[in-house]
């Protein structure tokens, strides 16, 4: 059975930082691109950020640009979203996502879906 499960979500004042971890089982997804969406209460699930099966190419939404960094371990089955300058605005549940077949920012363009994880950022 294939898993992603996310971790490290939590409540953080502006300006924090939080580290998110997105473990993979059921399979290995080394050679496939991975991405976090995010989905704020009322809003719809919004893309944050992508990276390739190598780490050698990424995307970025506008609005994380310069404070989000997407990295992946491949021998770990791990994605990783490290998040710094926390805003209010960044409040969400966020979703670890695998096996993009179509546009890397298209909720659409993937196949495996995480659980999510609460950030919660006060101001």
Known sequence: QV???ESGGGL???GGSLRLSCAASGRSFSNCTMAWFRQAPGKEREFVAA???SGGAT?????VKGRFTISRDNAKNTLYLQMI???PGD????YCAADAKGSWNKVS???YWGQGTQVTVSS
């Not at 995307?59 to 609005?63: K, N, Q």
């Not at 409040?91 to 966020?94: E, G, H, L, N, P």
């Open 3 to 5: 898993q992603l499960v």
């Open 12 to 14: 953080v004042q502006a």
């Open 51 to 53: 990276i390739n099966w």
């Open 59 to 63: 995307s970025y939404a506008d609005s």
């Open 85 to 87: 300058s926390l805003k």
């Open 91 to 94: 409040t969400a549940v966020y």
């Open 109 to 111: 363009g993937y196949d």
